[in-house]
């Protein structure tokens, strides 16, 4: 099986309104970076490839045939708390304050301008998980 540098066997592939300003977004609160982008006759985004955090992300601009879609990511960081303030201040919505959880992580929750949730996690211990 071949699989492209930088994608993984499941890569996170989402449809949004406004693809070009959700990848602004992803830039201001994650450090989104910009793989490569693909683009339709009139300009929409066909797809776009961005590295978040060393993972692979796809997006494209909704349609009629590919409707928005919405996800929920699970983001481990260095700070759970800087990363919330960044994450906000690129536009994101607060959903989950920061707090110590019993599984052994520092993390809050935000949502997206195109509605896509993202636990903010920091962990606080080498104990696995569960």
């Known amino acids: 099986m071949r699989v492209p540098a ?20 992803l830039a201001a609160a994650f450090g989104a970076r910009e793989i ?30 590919f409707e928005a879609s919405r996800a929920a990511f699970y983001l481990y960081v260095a700070d759970a708390d800087a990363a919330m303030a960044q994450a906000e201040a690129a536009g994101a919505e607060r959903i989950m304050e920061v707090a110590d959880m019993p599984y052994g ?3 809050g929750g935000v949502r997206d301008p195109a509605g896509t949730i993202w636990w903010i996690s920091q962990r606080l211990t080498d104990a696995p998980y569960f």
């Open 6 to 25: 930088g994608f993984s066997v499941v890569t996170p592939y989402l449809f949004v309104n406004g693809a070009d300003d959700y990848l602004g977004f």
């Open 36 to 65: 490569g982008c693909s683009r339709a006759p009139d300009g929409r985004i066909a797809n776009a490839q961005i590295d978040v955090f060393g993972v692979t992300l796809m997006v494209s601009e909704a349609s009629t045939a």
């Open 105 to 107: 992580d520092r993390q």
